[in-house]
């Protein structure tokens, strides 16, 4: 029997405090976070930041589009501290 682990956990997030949907994405993703939503990075498995978004007016929800960035994985960073893996689909 062979085991192969297939998924990557979250970085780090606390339970309840954010969520990305859809995932995996193919567009535009969707943020809600428990407090107001501050600003949005997402890097992707180098850590080079291929979004940021920042200014965002005291909404605990946010949208980032992921629709000019290629296949493959990507950390989405809410307010500086919410980490959660995304995955980019075609």
Do not use: H, W
């Not at 062979?2 to 997030?13: A, E, I, K, Q, S």
């Not at 994405?25 to 930041?49: C, D, F, H, M, R």
């Not at 979004?51 to 307010?79: R, W």
């Amino acid at each position: 029997m062979v085991v192969c682990n297939l998924g990557v956990p979250d970085v780090y997030t606390e339970v309840g405090k954010i969520t990305c949907s859809p995932n995996p994405v193919n567009g535009l993703l969707y943020i809600s976070a428990a407090e107001p939503i501050t600003s949005v990075v997402v890097s992707n498995l180098l850590g080079q930041v291929v979004i940021e978004v920042a200014g965002f007016k005291q909404e605990k929800d946010a949208t980032v589009s992921f629709a000019t960035l290629p296949a493959g994985m990507y950390f989405v960073m809410v307010n500086n501290r919410y980490v959660r893996r995304v995955v980019r689909e075609l």
